[in-house]
């Protein structure tokens, strides 16, 4: 019978919330995606088992609407390390003991990018998303909530769901307007026997079609 996981056998942590945004995953196969909306990735300024920097935990929907994370808010809690970092953009997760040790003070400033309390993962799987530059979204993004780096599983072979790749790709759910989205490159899926899938630009633009630019 498999050992329960207790808090001795996490990770101690504690820091102020630098971002936070959704933690999404995407499964891809050819044309064909669905997403996974587990929760939230909560970037960390402070110390991680004894390690001073800036680190990432994954936590769940509850905690975010038990607690509201928002940058500037002041934490500690307890996380394992991530089993298979090919499917996380945290370091850290299954979070445990989260405290509060001080909140935001308010003092947030206006326009992009947006730092407000995040919306329910509801909110974020009606909105849609368009993919953002990966440059983009380290040097504009990291802490806006509405950008978004996502795992991404790749099932190559339909016939063989087994034979799969991974990477990450980075998507944008925030107004269309924002003056600091880029689309960059089209994206290509791998599929059986060498053959690819396009992305083109008209995906984006149908699963955000219901919104206005400054939605």
């Not at 509850?62 to 808010?73: C, I």
């Not at 394992?80 to 979070?95: G, H, Q």
């Not at 991404?152 to 339909?158: R, Y």
Request: neutral net charge; hydrophobic residues 30%.
């Amino acid at each position: 019978m498999p050992r329960s996981i207790t808090t001795m056998d996490k990770l101690e942590w504690s820091g102020q919330i630098l971002a936070v945004q959704p933690r999404i995953r995407l499964m891809r196969s050819f044309d064909q995606r669905s997403h996974s909306y587990l929760g939230y990735v909560l970037r960390i300024d402070g110390t991680c088992g004894g390690e001073v920097g800036e680190f990432l935990i994954a936590v769940g929907e509850a905690a975010h609407v038990k607690h509201r994370f928002q940058t500037g808010m002041e934490l500690s809690g307890y996380s394992l390390r991530v089993e298979d970092p090919r499917k996380e953009t945290a370091a850290l997760y299954k979070t445990s003991g989260i405290k509060v040790d001080k909140n935001a003070d308010g003092k947030l400033l206006a326009g992009q990018p947006f730092h407000d309390v995040p919306p329910d993962l509801e909110t974020y799987r009606g909105r849609g998303h368009r993919r953002l530059d990966a440059r983009t979204f380290d040097v504009k993004c990291t802490s806006c909530i509405w950008g978004c780096r996502m795992p991404v599983e790749m099932i190559i072979d339909q016939w063989n769901p087994s034979k799969k790749q991974y990477r990450f790709e980075t998507f944008c759910y925030g107004p269309k307007t924002c003056p600091f989205y880029r689309p960059g490159p089209v994206r290509k899926v791998p599929c059986r026997e060498g053959m690819s899938y396009t992305e083109e630009d008209w995906v984006d633009e149908d699963a955000t079609a219901h919104r206005g630019p400054d939605e």
